[in-house]
């Protein structure tokens, strides 16, 4: 990489940020393509906002990721915003348009051609999310409208009727249906009763990798379990599932998916997915502490 007067700047904002896997997956793929941008990581603290955005817009900068904490507050300092981005109520992904900034999120993209990579096609599916955060308000907007039925567990269900009424659709045919995580017996049934299983929490993440929402007997042969969380890799969810037989879509893939997403709208470049996620691959190999 050759940085000169002429590079293009490309960051990922957040805090703690010192952990992010952005800056190696994204400046891997602008090797790859041979392309004149660089991508860094700042820690921006939340009072810091506001002068973050506004240094953006003196610099010039062409596109940033944001993460934890800032995806909602940086949206009132924004010029513009997508659709997708407001319905989901965060932005994960800015866009410098001729000095306006835009913003959209990536996450649901994401998700969804993570899912159309491993063929799954979510119009044939009864799915259930687990969870009613950030990822799954992203996810959900993506695949409630195709998927056969969907149905949102949370432990806190008033989360889960906000998200459901956030996202509905009166021109959409299918049922957005919600459920209470802490009713163990209607989990249960619901799980049973699907065929895509999505868990949206941090439930098996590292370091408290043995713990797992579902349990081996709820998951139905052949089923897809997609399990958000990336960190491990192999989650003691996506380890019952390989014993159902069940079709498998990783966290990592929609890390890197939602990624891509982001480099094509910045660079109108097809990003190298392969490369990309190798480099994820390689880091969560050699630190624990990936996020
Ligand atoms: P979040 O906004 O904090 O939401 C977490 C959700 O999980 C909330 O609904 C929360 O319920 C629920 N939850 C937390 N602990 C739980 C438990 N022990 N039992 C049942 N429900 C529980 O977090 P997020 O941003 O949505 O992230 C969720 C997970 O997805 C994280 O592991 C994150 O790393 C992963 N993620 C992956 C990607 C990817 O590209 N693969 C992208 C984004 C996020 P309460 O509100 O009741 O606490």
Not at 102 to 127: F, Y
Request: hydrophobic content about 40%; glycine content about 6%.
């Amino acid at each position: 990489m050759i940085i000169s007067a002429k590079t293009k700047l490309l960051c990922v904002i957040g805090d703690p940020i010192e952990h992010s896997m952005s800056p190696k997956m994204h400046n891997a793929a602008i090797n790859a393509l041979g392309l004149d941008y660089v991508y860094v990581a700042f820690n921006v603290k939340k009072d810091n906002l506001e002068r973050a955005v506004e240094g953006f817009r003196g610099l010039n900068i062409t596109g940033v990721n944001v993460t934890i904490p800032l995806k909602i507050d940086i949206m009132k300092y924004l010029d513009g915003i997508k659709e997708n981005a407001r319905a989901i109520g965060a932005v994960n992904t800015i866009k410098n348009e001729n000095g306006r900034l835009i913003g959209t999120n990536t996450d649901g993209d994401g998700a969804l051609a993570a899912l159309e990579s491993a063929g799954v096609n979510v119009s044939e599916h009864d799915t259930i999310i687990l969870g009613a955060g950030g990822a799954a308000r992203a996810v959900s907007h993506a695949l409630s409208k195709k998927a056969r039925t969907f149905t949102i567990a949370a432990r806190r269900v008033e989360q889960a009727i906000k998200l459901a009424k956030d996202i509905s659709n009166p021109s959409s045919t299918n049922k957005i249906q919600t459920i209470s995580m802490n009713d163990k017996k209607k989990l249960e049934e619901q799980v049973k009763n699907s065929t895509l299983i999505i868990n949206a929490t941090p439930v098996g993440m590292f370091p408290k990798i043995d713990n797992c929402i579902i349990e081996k007997d709820w998951l139905p042969e052949k089923s897809v379990v997609f399990d958000l969380v990336y960190n491990p890799i192999e989650t003691k969810l996506v380890k019952i599932a390989k014993q159902k037989n069940c079709t498998i879509v990783h966290g990592l893939d929609m890390l890197v998916h939602q990624g891509a997403k982001a480099f094509e709208w910045w660079t109108n470049k097809t990003p190298p997915i392969k490369i990309m996620k190798k480099e994820i691959i390689d880091f969560l190999s050699h630190s624990r502490k990936g996020s």
